[in-house]
């Protein structure tokens, strides 16, 4: 999400407002905007949060300037039944020396939503339906592949436990840091990672050993990637597909600034209990560019926006 002055966030909070979302998704809410302004402006909207703040308070000293994610959801729609603060647990072993390379930023806030409707639209007590969803902000620094991908590894093997415990649909939401191709997409996308992948050469801690254990069993796939894949030549979908890379056929970017544009934001789902009915149409570069980068006087966030619709499929326990 980034920083924001005064107007931009109330830019920002009309532009989410006016996708209509179910459940939003924000990485990067400082604590003090959280508290002062997003939270009871989405209150307005109906929407009900929780944040959790990221675990570096201790390297800034301002605890209301530390950022986090926060996750709303439409109360009408939504009782938010579970949310787990979910941090990594670092071994005894490493702990000193891990402080300073590990305890950089949040692994990500779960919360397990029920609806209060069916599919239909009719109230249905006999049947609980749930949905977990993860909001997750990775680690952005470039030269600390490992601690990504630990980072993610953690998360997956957190959102197994659930799993196993419930019969649930999950989405994975977030700014994961981590462009196609790098070994955190990879796990994510695929289930393991390339053992040979030159990322895998950097672990000082040792926290990627065994390579055998980076693996990970949750039907998870990209939502824009898999809806690609299944619009085909018969949906008016080339607009589209000229703003995704043919090769992963996942957004071209997400994130376009002066110095970076790539694709480093996804949202996953369980692709045995969920399917991707829509999605929002992707902003193209050349229009972003007129006004240099992101955020600009339009686009008040230096990310851009991910939106999908999905329908929960017949449930099948896995």
Known sequence: MGTFMGVQKTKFVREIIGYHADIICLQEVQLNHFEDFFAPELDKHGYQALYKKRTTEVYSGNPVAIDGCATFSVETNFHMSKNTRFDAIIPAAQKRMALSRLIKDNIALIAVLEAKFGNHGAENPGKRQLLCVANTHINVHQDLKDVKL????????????????????????????SIPGSTPHGLLAVGKVDQMHPDLAIDPLGILRPLSKLNHQLPLVSAYSSFARMAGIGYDFDHQRRRMDPST???????????????VDYIFYTADSLTVESL??????????????????????DHIALLAEFRCKPRIRR
């Open 150 to 177: 630990w980072e993610v590894h953690t998360l997956l093997k957190g959102l197994e436990k659930i799993a196993v415990s419930a019969d649930i649909p999950m989405l994975v939401c977030g700014d994961f840091n």
């Open 249 to 263: 056929n996942e957004p071209l970017f997400t994130n376009c600034t002066r110095d970076f544009t790539g694709t």
């Open 280 to 301: 929002l149409e992707l902003l193209d570069e050349e229009s972003l560019r007129k006004d240099t980068a992101l955020p600009s006087p339009e686009w008040s966030s």
